[in-house]
């Protein structure tokens, strides 16, 4: 549970948040800022198929989410008529994923006559750190680096962004992920634990054995580009003997690790420089990895500027952070109409992207 947030950022009334943009169906309910509760159910089935699989997942959060909304209650100690509101995540994601929980949490406020707002995932991921740290206010910098994402974005004040940063290519939890996969680290089918595997891992090899390269350095840009990387772990591994494989997959996992590290480190901290903030959060899936947070945390000590992270279980995908976007917005009297759908792509709302500016 977090603490007790400025007033003034969020709705004085419980706000229940629906999440199901990917394979996790999630519910939370937020006041002030403060987490009453936040439920989550990972699925498990796509580990037979090597991959998320659309229908699956959308079918699994069909038979879910109500389930899950009522536990999320539950733990709040209130019932539909306690809200003052319910958000959802209307995007970016899986379109059938995000559909069922747009539809879910439109019959349920249509039922109880309560105000809706549709929620951007990646907006989201910025509320987590403001719900978790009440002292993190705008200005700063995010950098929001997942599975799906990695974007660097400047926090002029919430609400209003602007993209610095993103990948070209592969994100960075997409790399761990294909990097794990390719060392045989993963059980047979999955594909979603790589970060975990290659972290534990690498904390027993050396992240100086393996040269692999770090794209995009001294460029000047703030743009990421993963897929080097991971292609250049192929190319160096092929060379080596399956015993050879075996025995120095640590140090292959901590000198990937290290190359990915320097890279969302070195530009993290020099986006700040140049946009003059004193703050940084690091948020998303990724943002759990202890190497990336030993690293950042020490860099930018070293650079004078204070550095925060969400705790592990709101880095991952969750509804409390979509409920803490629902209870600012709904506290400066936005609303969704009934016509709210789905949006699988889409910019942040309130953005300005620097990155197709320049």
Known sequence: MSGKTDASVFWDQPVLGIETSCDETAAAVTVDGRILSNIVFSQTEHSL??????ELASRNHVRKILPIVRQALDEAGMDLQGLGGIAVTQGPGLVGSLLVGVSAAKGLAMGAELP????????GHLFAGVLEHPELRPPFLALVVSGGHTELVFVSELGVYEIWGRTRDDAAGEAFDKVAKLLGLLEEGQVTQGGPRISALA???NPTAFQFPRALMGTGSFDFSFSGVKTSVLYQTRELSEEERRDRCADISASFQAAVVDVLVHKTIEA????GVER??????VAANRCLRGEMEHTARDRGLQVFFPTIKLCTDNAA???GVGSFRLARGERSGWDLNAIPRGLLPGVKDRVSSR
């Open 272 to 275: 700040a420089i140049a946009s």
């Open 280 to 285: 940084i959060l690091i948020t998303g899936g």
């Open 203 to 205: 904390a027993g090899g």
């Open 116 to 123: 809706l707002l549709g929620v951007h995932h990646i907006e």
């Open 49 to 54: 198929y090597g991959g998320v699989v659309p």
């Open 321 to 323: 952070m979509i409920s």
